[in-house]
Each structure stands twice: as structure tokens, then as C-alpha cells.
């Protein structure tokens, strides 16, 4: 049921209604965190009547944990990958007060939804998906073809109208919107729109390179540490991982495309000190890359610090992550259980 928060000149005022997953992967980086966490703590006070739901989407993160190299395996980290993702968005500013923070697979009517939407499109919409197409290999499970559509369950399963996306998810908002309008073309035409169609928010934000080569993403999956900076590193590592980023010879602190590791670095600290780019090549048009990099290292800790430090004391407390997200989860259900519920019915389900 979606809330309402005024009536305006005879007519109810629908509150918006925010949804955003993040896949439980490993450990998060900045990358992560200026890309999806940060945006959700702005949402947080840009938005403050906004409904919102985060989730830390698990069922989308086994796509990546089953490989075929010379032998089958999988990688069943999930449960530790999910507690401390939990802590990291608490210890970044994601208030359960606030936000429904919850894990996917504690909330069943997720997959109960993407079956239904994938009865009711064809399979030429998951064949235009070109995420698929950049990961596939001759050993690809059926997870990873058919995610997008519980993407697109994740999200009208809250009939969300706002989901904020860095530009490669907004394909996957496009998908979720065809699956409305579809839906509502077959199901609700007594009640238009029954399914709102989502609206993507995009991150404005510098995407964040590897530390190593300028020219592929931070990744979590990088098997250089030294690639990227994660959240729970300490000041003195980062001091060291930003001292031995790859720069070049030219020593001069400028942006140009032919110079991608010391753009990536001046684009790091413009998004943690919230100087736009040509001031900071003002700032050290005549110093050393050195002063420069340990100017960097400063301002990154300065935020992520503490961060670091409250998520390494949150991880030890599991009792306490694991309440809050058995909070969240119980609230993320009663709201999706009503409205597949109201979904189920106009489909000819006995509900």
C-alpha cells in the first residue's frame, strides 16, 4: 500500500517511494561508497518524507559465486559478505530510523514477483541486456540471464517510483518500467497505473578508477589490494596505497584523458573534499605529486575514517546487525505482502 502524505486541493498526494539494492560482495571500497552509500545517507535528508527501502540484495550477489575453472565450486562467503556490508551502511549514516534496511532473501515475495514478471514478457527484453552480454561466458549460470528481471521485482514489489542508479543500472530501471506498463496494460486497466512506472535518479558522481590503472574500475574483485581503497583500511595503509598509486612522468596535478591515473586521482579528491577540479589544479599547479598524494590520503580519511573504525566495531556485535535487519525485513514484508497480494488477484490467483 503506498502511504500518502497530504492532501492538496481535493487530491491526494502519494509520497515518493525510494528503492536501491547493493550485492554483498566483499569488502566495500570508496568507490562503493561514493557510488550508492553516500547517495543514500543524501537521500536521507534531501528526502526526508520520502519512503525508503535499501537492500542488501544477496540472491543477486550468487551470481558471481558459482564458477566453472577445471572444477565446479562456489563461493559461500554470503553470510559474512552480508554482515558486514550491514555494518558499513550503519556505520556510513543509513539509519534504520529512517530507511527499511533489510537482506533480499529474508523477504520471499522478491522471487514469488520476478516468476510472475518473467510469465508475462519475453525473452528478447533479457537478450537486449547488455550487462549480460559484457559477463557471459560458455559456463554462465541461468542467474546471471535472468537477473535483471528480479531487478525489476525488487523494485515494483514497493511500487517504487524513484530508484537512484549509477548509469550502467539505468537499462535495468527501463526493464523494470517495461514490466509495469506491461502488467498494467494485462491486469489494471480499471486502475491506471496500478504498478507506478519507476524513475531512475542517477548518481552524479566521478567514477572511481583502480589505483593501479587508470583505465579499469575499482573492483572489489581486483586481486591487488593495492587497486583500491577500502573502507575498513586504516590511515596508515591508505597513506601507503595512495603514496603507490600509479601516476606518470609528467609531474604536473592536472585532468587530461590521456593521463588517466592522476585524473582518477584528482577526481578522487574532488569528491571527498567537494572542490571542483580546477580549483584543485590551481591548489598544486607548482607542488610535487607527493604533496598532492598525501593531501589526498588526508582528505579520504577524513571521511572514511571513522567509518572504518565504527563498521570493525559494529562486525563484532552480529546479535545487533542481525535485529536491525530482522527489523527492517519484517516491515519490508508486510509492505510487499500486500501488494502482491493485490497483484495476485487481478491475475486470477486464489488468495
Not at 559461500?76 to 556490508?85: A, V
Not at 556505520?91 to 529474508?106: R, W, Y
Request: glycine share 4%; charged share 25%.
Amino acid at each position: 500500500v503506498q502511504e500518502t502524505d497530504a492532501e492538496y486541493m481535493g487530491k491526494t498526494i502519494k509520497k515518493d517511494i525510494i528503492f536501491s539494492g547493493i550485492q554483498p560482495t566483499g569488502v566495500i571500497h570508496i568507490g562503493n561508497y561514493l557510488g550508492a552509500i553516500r547517495n543514500w545517507i543524501n537521500l536521507q535528508e534531501s528526502a526526508p518524507q520520502a519512503k525508503r527501502f535499501y537492500c542488501i540484495v544477496d540472491l543477486h550477489s550468487l551470481t558471481d559465486k558459482y564458477k566453472i575453472d577445471h572444477q565446479v565450486s562456489f563461493d559461500n562467503s554470503t553470510y559474512k559478505d552480508c554482515l558486514t556490508l550491514a555494518a558499513t551502511l550503519l556505520a556510513s549514516g543509513v539509519d534504520p530510523k529512517k530507511s527499511t534496511i533489510f537482506i533480499q532473501s529474508h523477504v520471499p515475495q522478491h522471487t514469488e514477483l520476478s516468476w510472475i514478471l518473467s510469465c508475462i514478457g519475453p525473452m528478447s527484453w533479457l537478450n537486449k541486456m547488455t550487462q549480460y552480454k559484457d559477463k557471459k561466458t560458455k559456463n554462465s549460470s541461468l542467474g546471471l540471464y535472468a537477473y535483471p528481471t528480479l531487478m525489476a521485482a525488487d523494485v515494483l514489489l514497493y511500487k517504487a517510483n524513484k530508484v537512484p542508479v549509477g548509469e550502467d543500472q539505468i537499462q535495468h530501471v527501463e526493464l523494470a518500467r517495461d514490466y509495469a506498463q506491461r502488467f498494467n496494460s494485462l491486469f489494471a486497466k480499471k486502475e491506471e497505473n496500478l504498478i507506478p512506472l519507476p524513475m531512475y535518479i542517477q548518481t552524479n558522481h566521478s567514477r572511481i578508477m583502480s589505483l593501479r590503472d587508470g583505465t579499469k574500475k575499482m573492483s572489489k574483485s581486483d586481486p591487488s589490494d593495492h587497486s583500491r581503497i577500502n573502507i575498513t583500511d586504516d590511515p596508515e595503509l591508505i597513506y601507503n596505497k595512495i603514496r603507490k598509486a600509479k601516476t606518470d612522468s609528467i609531474g604536473t596535478i592536472q585532468c587530461d584523458q590521456m593521463r588517466p591515473e592522476i585524473t582518477n586521482l584528482i577526481k578522487i579528491y574532488a569528491e571527498f573534499s567537494g572542490m571542483r577540479i580546477p580549483e584543485i589544479e590551481n591548489k598544486y599547479r607548482n607542488k610535487e605529486t607527493t604533496v598532492f598524494k598525501d593531501d589526498l590520503a588526508k582528505v579520504i580519511i577524513d571521511t572514511i575514517g571513522v567509518i572504518g573504525y565504527k563498521t570493525l566495531d559494529l562486525i563484532e556485535d552480529e546479535d545487533k546487525l542481525k535485529n536491525i535487519l530482522k527489523e527492517g525485513a519484517a516491515e519490508a514484508r508486510e509492505v510487499a505482502q500486500a501488494n502482491i497480494d493485490e497483484m495476485k488477484r487481478l491475475m486470477g490467483f486464489v488468495v
